[in-house]
Each structure stands twice: as structure tokens, then as C-alpha cells.
């Protein structure tokens, strides 16, 4: 266990098939029942955090296809909404979905258990994942697959907590029982071995938590929320980065990005 919890190895990326449907199970409707139960939210706050760190990156164009990987409700697309022709979700929970997104209406497609996305090579011109990998074991796996049905000249949004979000031998308040973050070296490991190159690379969620503790009464909206705030984290983000360690077991190891945001390009 010692070779996950220090991140050389990322926890559930070898697992069996039997173990993959078994985590996937337990992690379907895990989310929903957490943080929704079954209410509609009346607001999605990272709107700012995806725009600084990932939808600005992108030419301005349209998106005939777009793929929201573990999208939900599909909030976090409404930036570019009006560029989008047709959006596909892919979204395991029944309680997370939308009938319309302004005047787009998503497919929703059930992921398979195994990870496998079941379209062909070179789809879609967009694909999105916000927060969604580090609820799934095979993480690698589903990143290829990703990639596969992401078209040449293509772009993927992504953003992941890259540290472990505690021992996940143990119940930990607030998160459901696989999740873990997805260490740094890890996604490294797997673009390289990719036809992508990275166009951005910036962390986020250095102080966010601290702040909060200290400050969070005087906002009435989430920190994220704040384009100034999202600059100012995304900034202070970048000098922490060498403080990174991804099962910090020390206060001073915890001043450090949580989160990695990445813009992929297909070659």
C-alpha cells in the first residue's frame, strides 16, 4: 500500500475486471447521494475556474461534437454553449441529468463498467472531464479511450485532484469510498505515451480550503465562484507547486496545489 499512498502507483489502476465492476458499482450513485440527493442545484460554481484555466485556451470556433465526460447536468458546458452543434454526456448516476442545457438537448450514454467508450475513432472535437476521474479505477485505460475517440486537432479539458484526499482505507467524511486523487507523475506518464501535446498546464485549490476556514463567512458564494479569486489561486498555485506531495501527511506539505488543470491537443 505504501507504493500508492506515496503516489508512485495510482490505487485501482490494476485492478480486475471483477474488482472494476464491483468499484463502479459502489461509485455510480455514490456522488449524487452525497452531494445532491436528488436536489437540483441552483447554481454550478466553477464556471470562472474552467474558463481561466481551460475554455480561454481554446480557439475561437465552433464544436460540432462535444463529449462531457462525467458532465452531469451539464453545467460546466454552458461557456460555450452557443458553440456547441451536439453534446453527448456520458454519466453513470440517474439522478444528475438535464432534459435541456439553453438550447442544446445532451445525449446521455450509461459508461461501461470496464471504462470503454463505446464510439469510434476520432468523434468528437471536444471533450470535457471535470472531477471525474478520481472516482474510477482504471484511470489510464479510460484516458486512452479518451483519447482514441478524441479527433486529430482536437481538444480535452481536464482537472483532477493530484493529491490522495486522505487514506481511502478508511471512511473519510464528505467523499464516497473509492475516490482518491491521481498523482502528477501519473498523467504525466500517460500523455507522454500519447498522441497529445499539452497546451496548458496550471494548478488550482492551493489555499482555497485554509481560506475558507478562516474567511468563507464573509463570501456568500463558494471561492471558485470569484473570477479575482480564481486568478489570484491560480497564481499562488504556480509558485507552491514545488511544495506538491501527494499524500502530505504534515500541515506545512498541505500548503500546496490540490488540483491540476490540463488543455490536451490531439496531433
Known amino acids: 500500500m505504501n507504493e500508492y499512498l506515496t503516489g508512485r502507483k495510482l490505487y485501482g489502476n490494476d485492478l ?14 455514490a456522488y449524487a447521494n452525497i452531494d445532491h440527493k436528488g436536489k437540483v442545484p ?3 460554481s466553477y464556471h470562472n475556474l ?29 461557456p460555450i454553449i452557443d458553440t456547441v452543434e451536439h453534446l453527448t454526456i456520458v454519466e453513470p448516476s440517474e439522478q444528475l441529468v438535464s432534459k435541456a442545457i439553453q438550447h442544446i438537448v445532451p445525449e446521455y450514454v450509461k459508461p461501461t463498467p470496464e471504462g470503454r467508450l463505446n464510439f469510434g475513432d476520432d468523434t468528437f472535437d471536444l471533450i470535457t472531464c471535470f472531477g471525474t476521474l478520481h472516482h474510477i479505477p482504471n484511470v489510464g485505460f479510460v484516458l486512452s479511450e ?6 486529430p486537432d482536437g481538444y480535452l479539458l481536464l482537472r483532477e485532484p493530484v493529491q490522495s484526499m486522505g487514506d481511502w482505507r478508511i471512511p473519510r467524511p464528505g467523499l464516497t ?15 507522454n505515451a500519447q498522441p497529445v501535446d499539452v497546451v496548458s498546464r496550471s494548478f488550482c485549490f492551493s489555499l482555497t480550503t485554509h481560506i475558507k476556514k478562516v474567511f468563507g463567512r464573509f463570501f456568500p458564494k463558494p471561492l471558485q465562484f470569484y473570477k479575482t479569486y480564481v486568478v489570484f489561486d491560480k497564481f499562488i498555485s504556480g509558485i507552491l507547486k514545488p511544495n506538491l506531495k501527494y499524500h502530505p ?16 491537443k490531439k496531433r
Open 16 to 29: 480486475s475486471l471483477e474488482m472494476i465492476k464491483k468499484w463502479y458499482e459502489e461509485e455510480s450513485e
Open 42 to 44: 441552483t447554481e454550478y
Open 249 to 264: 501527511t504534515k500541515r506545512i506539505d498541505r500548503i500546496a496545489p490540490n488540483s491540476v488543470f490540463y488543455v490536451l
Open 50 to 78: 474552467n474558463i481561466v484555466h481551460g475554455y480561454s485556451k481554446l480557439p475561437a470556433k465552433g464544436f460540432k461534437k462535444v463529449l462531457g465526460f462525467g458532465a452531469a447536468r451539464g453545467y460546466e458546458i454552458e
Open 177 to 191: 469510498k473509492n475516490e482518491r486523487g491521481i498523482p502528477l507523475n501519473f498523467f504525466e506518464t500517460v500523455f
Open 146 to 151: 479518451m483519447i482514441r475517440v478524441l479527433k
